[in-house]
């Protein structure tokens, strides 16, 4: 999962937790709880638009191809 690992990897690399995230999202109006978003985040079912606010409060590095597939061959070990 692609998505999973990219917010993980941006949350590892900020040191932020998921009450963290949820705190920033409520910030900026997103009323997310850190046990929903740890769901949605495993199970890869957030949409486009929570995906996006994550990135943002997140101020994720820009997504590039490389980028991507160093994320995806770091999780093949799963």
């Known amino acids: 999962m692609v998505v999973q690992r990219i917010i993980r990897s941006e949350m590892s690399l900020r040191g932020v ?20 978003l740890r769901n949605k ?9 929570l ?3 994550i990135l943002y409060v997140l101020k994720a590095r820009p997504l590039s191809a490389e980028m991507m597939a160093e994320i995806m061959a770091a999780g093949d070990g799963d």
């Open 41 to 49: 985040v495993n199970k890869g079912i957030l949409g486009a638009d």
């Open 17 to 36: 937790k998921y009450q963290g995230l949820s705190d920033k999202l409520a910030e900026i109006g997103v009323s997310q709880t850190a046990d929903n």
């Open 51 to 53: 995906l996006l606010q």
